[in-house]
Each structure stands twice: as structure tokens, then as C-alpha cells.
């Protein structure tokens, strides 16, 4: 079992860079596929991006895709969001999610049994 901490959400001007960090705790996590996932108010949650185990293969949306960069560091058992050219309707809390089977569904949330408890991104016009 892995337990998962998001920091470094925060209010940032239109335009402005955050980054996010995931930490993982329990497990030795380059064991964990890892994703990236948004939930705006009154909207449902969605895929924002995922990492493989090795860190070498990354998808994102059209939406976040060019603006937004998944990393990792298996050594430090972080995985990290760095998000620029930050647009309004970015406005969400961000969640880390990771598991350790991998059935290919990278962007449903149901593939992840593992989420932390988010956190608040604000992006202001």
C-alpha cells in the first residue's frame, strides 16, 4: 500500500507557472504508475496526465498538453506537475493518483487505487 501527498497548489495570475508535488510514502513507489487528475466545482473529476513506472512515457490531455510537464523521482519517491501558461478555467483541486497494475486506461479514474487528498489551484484572469 502507498500513501500520497499533494503541496504547491496555490493562486497564480493568468500566465503565471506552479508545480506540484506528489509525495509517495509505504511502498517503494517505482513500483506505482502514476497519474495526474482535476476536479473544477460542479464539474466531474478529469485526467490531467500519467507517468509510467520508469518515468520514460507520459500522455496528457489536448487541454493541459504543451503547458503542462509529469515528472519523476523514484529515488526521492516524488512525482511532480509543473504547470505553465496557467489559464482560469485551470481552477481545480489537483490530485496524484498511482497503482500497480496497469491495464492501458491511464485516464480513468478507476485504473488508480491509490489518490491523495488534493490540492487547490487557483488561477486568477
Known amino acids: 500500500q502507498v500513501q500520497l501527498v499533494e503541496s504547491g497548489g496555490g493562486l497564480v495570475q493568468a500566465g503565471g507557472s506552479l508545480r506540484l508535488s506528489c509525495a509517495a510514502s509505504?511502498?517503494?513507489?517505482?513500483?506505482?504508475?502514476t497519474g495526474w487528475f482535476r476536479q473544477a466545482p460542479g464539474k466531474d473529476r478529469e485526467f490531467v496526465a500519467f507517468i509510467d513506472r520508469s518515468g520514460e512515457i507520459t500522455y496528457y490531455p489536448d487541454s493541459v498538453k504543451g503547458r503542462f510537464t509529469i515528472s519523476r523521482d523514484n529515488a526521492k519517491n516524488m512525482v511532480y506537475l509543473q504547470m505553465n501558461s496557467l489559464k482560469p478555467e485551470d481552477t481545480a483541486v489537483y490530485y496524484c493518483?498511482?497503482?500497480?497494475?496497469?491495464?492501458?486506461?491511464?485516464?480513468?479514474?478507476?485504473?488508480?487505487?491509490?489518490w491523495g487528498p488534493g490540492t487547490q489551484v487557483t488561477v486568477s484572469s
Open positions: 509505504g511502498r517503494t513507489f517505482n513500483g506505482y504508475f
Open positions: 493518483a498511482a497503482d500497480r497494475t496497469y491495464r492501458g486506461r491511464y485516464y480513468l479514474m478507476n485504473e488508480y487505487g491509490y
